[in-house]
């Protein structure tokens, strides 16, 4: 369902959002309503995201090789260091 919204905005940004909806054939509403769900969508991951900053920014940087079995190489550590 969709509901009027009524924000205040300064007239330039306005004036050059309307031109940059008008030169991408989308309404501003349509613009702003998917902006906003990218903003709510990020606000949500981050709450369940619980990382470290300096985790968070390492995350995806380390590749496992397609072969390598996870568990086992793990197995394999823990028994090496608690036995």
Known sequence: MNT???LTIQREI???AKTY???KNRS???IIENY????T???QKQKRSKLNPVV???KGSFKMP??????KELKERLEKKYL
């Open 4 to 6: 009027k919204l009524t």
């Open 14 to 16: 306005i004036e050059r």
């Open 21 to 23: 909806a008008k030169e």
């Open 28 to 30: 501003l509403s349509d």
């Open 36 to 39: 906003l769900k990218s903003l």
């Open 41 to 43: 969508k990020e606000e």
């Open 56 to 58: 968070e920014s390492l």
């Open 66 to 71: 397609k072969d390598m079995d996870y568990k």
